[in-house]
């Protein structure tokens, strides 16, 4: 029971926000000295653990070009496009892009979308535009929440459709561990058909969501807006 | 062939040329730790590459990593001053270029495609034109590079230094971020052999009563939820849960379709996935590559979705799975 503090560590660590890097590691070296690792070991736990994940960094090489178009105005331009579709609104757009991205991995697509190569520089812009059209500059509050909401689209929209597609890691993971610990023979189209009802769930309650957006925004932002008429119209 | 480990040491190329900015950036209080933070993920990516063949001892870059972790985490690194254009030049240019500046972006996307539809199944002289198991990180690599060049010609951009400052600028906007899914992976691998994920089947298989189906099905997917949680990773919990719940009392005991059960168990972990900042990459990353003021944004956009389809994964396997 005694390696649990290591978890306890983690979650004490994100509840009072202390750097999420000296959480992480401090609980490492807890839990790996705890669970009878030599200091050593742990160390070399540390570097083989940096060593194998480095595909989850790989994003990276995709910010010098989209930090380029950026200095040319691709934001810009994502609302300038959005601006000539009156009738997509943010939750529209956003409900759009979850249903792309939600295909696109069911077919194997996983990297063709993602935070840094189509959320921020196209998603998050053409969202804000979209709100922006109707409402005028948003203010930071109103700001934050339709980027996390872009966020949320793209993670949802992953996750729930990466399962459908036959070679993706969960799927056999799924099929690999059952085979070879309970000797199955569990086909991954098996396992794939079984993931479709969730990903139909997903899509109806987050694409409900960020249709209900609109909604949340039009109320915020409609009586920001009295209110500072209002204001201004009582200072006159 | 064109290899994983070319595009590894691109990045890490990347971050060096980029850290050696930094030192000299005289905008950024905090230049040097700045600079040997970025410096040595950099180098890390390169060594990683002999210490994934085992050719290198782990030891000295697990050093490295504790270093970086130090370095941000007690605030030894900071941002310069980006070098970038006024919003009215952006505007102005905006304009100018309108649709033309989608080309580039949208290169990445068409080349990962391609790489991952047409590319993969290309081989030259018996041997595969793309690395086997790593054509989307491939795709994205090789779409990233030729969206620079494309990028770079369209715009008449001629030094290589413009992207690479926009880029650094960008590194340094996410900071210890960018550190933290590659640290999460090694905690994820640590609690792994320290045997934590034992102990949390052990919990889990001693709350649950004899004799009701509905609540071991209950107690396997909230537990693939709450482990998924505390391991950042459905991966982790998937193993573990299955083997004190799913398959000894959902398959073997009640006679559970075994597909049905073992793919929504893992999409119950998939819940968990969305609410957890131990999935760094999804929750906290985005948050500061876009800015967000509040690290915790996308996990809140995500909690209520999360909540109703953990239902909804425990209603389906209720009524379809036995």
Not at chain 1, 63 to 75: A, N, S
Not at chain 1, 139 to 149: G, H, L, N, S, Y
């Amino acid at each position: 029971m005694i390696v649990l503090l290591g978890v306890l560590v983690v979650v004490i660590g994100f509840a009072t926000k202390r750097n999420p890097l000296l959480v992480v590691g401090v609980a490492g070296i807890a839990t790996g000295l705890l669970g009878g690792l030599s200091p050593g070991k742990v160390l070399a736990a540390f570097g083989d653990g940096f060593a194998g994940s480095r595909a989850v960094t790989i994003f990276a090489i995709t910010l010098p070009v989209i930090g380029l178009l950026e200095r040319y105005g691709l934001q810009e331009q994502a609302r300038n496009l959005i601006a000539r579709f009156a009738t997509l609104t943010t939750g529209r757009f956003l409900a759009l892009y979850l249903g792309l991205r939600q295909i696109g991995a069911a077919v194997g697509l996983t990297n063709v979308f993602g935070h840094a190569q189509t959320v921020r520089p196209l998603a998050v812009p053409m969202a804000e535009g979209a709100a922006e059209r109707k409402y005028g500059e948003l203010p930071d509050r109103t700001r934050e929440k339709v980027r996390a909401f872009s966020a949320s689209a793209d993670n949802v929209g992953l996750f729930f459709g990466e399962d459908v597609f036959l070679a993706v890691g969960s799927i056999l993971l799924i099929t690999g561990f059952v085979n070879t610990t309970y000797g199955t023979h569990l086909e991954p189209l098996q396992l794939a058909l079984w993931a479709i009802p969730t990903a139909l769930c997903a899509f109806v309650v987050h694409g409900w969501r960020l249709l209900r957006l609109d909604r949340q925004l039009e109320r915020e932002l409609l009586t920001a807006h009295v209110h500072n008429t209002a204001a201004a119209e009582a200072a006159q | 062939m064109i290899k994983a480990e070319w595009f590894y040491w691109l990045v890490g190329l990347s971050f060096l040329v980029m850290a050696s900015q930094m030192v000299t950036d005289r905008s950024n209080p905090k230049r040097y730790g700045t600079g040997a933070f970025w410096g040595l993920i950099g180098a890390g990516f390169i060594y990683s590459s002999w210490v994934v063949t085992k050719q290198a001892p782990a030891e000295p870059l697990g050093v490295a990593v504790l270093v970086m972790a130090c370095l941000a985490g007690f605030g030894f690194t900071g941002r310069g001053t980006p070098r970038t254009t006024t919003p009215e030049q952006r505007t102005a240019s905006a304009a100018k270029l309108g649709n033309k500046l989608f080309v580039p972006a949208l290169t990445i996307p068409a080349v990962a495609m391609a790489c991952a539809i047409g590319v993969k199944h290309l081989s030259i002289g018996g041997e595969p034109v793309l690395q086997e198991g790593s054509e989307t990180i491939l795709g994205l690599g090789i779409g990233a590079v030729v969206a620079l060049v494309v990028g770079m010609i369209m715009l008449r951009e001629k030094r290589i230094s413009v992207p690479v400052q926009s880029g650094r600028s960008m590194l340094e906007a996410m900071g210890w971020a960018m550190l933290l899914p590659q640290m999460l992976a090694t905690l994820g691998a640590i609690f792994q052999v320290s045997g934590v994920g034992d102990q949390v089947g052990k919990i889990a298989t001693s709350v649950l009563p004899e004799g009701s189906l509905y609540i071991a099905v209950v107690v396997y997917c909230v537990g693939m939820f709450v482990f998924t949680m505390i391991m950042g990773n459905a991966f982790a919990a998937f193993p573990v849960m299955t083997a004190a719940v799913g398959w000894p009392v959902l398959i073997g005991h009640f006679d559970g379709n075994p597909a049905a059960v073992l793919a929504i168990g893992m999409l119950a972990g998939f819940c968990g996935t969305l609410v957890t900042p131990m999935a760094a990459n999804f929750n906290i990353v985005p948050a500061a590559l876009l800015e967000l003021k509040d690290q915790y944004g996308p996990i809140k956009a995500q909690l209520p979705t999360a909540g109703v389809l953990l239902g909804c994964n425990i209603l389906i396997m209720a009524l379809f799975a036995f």
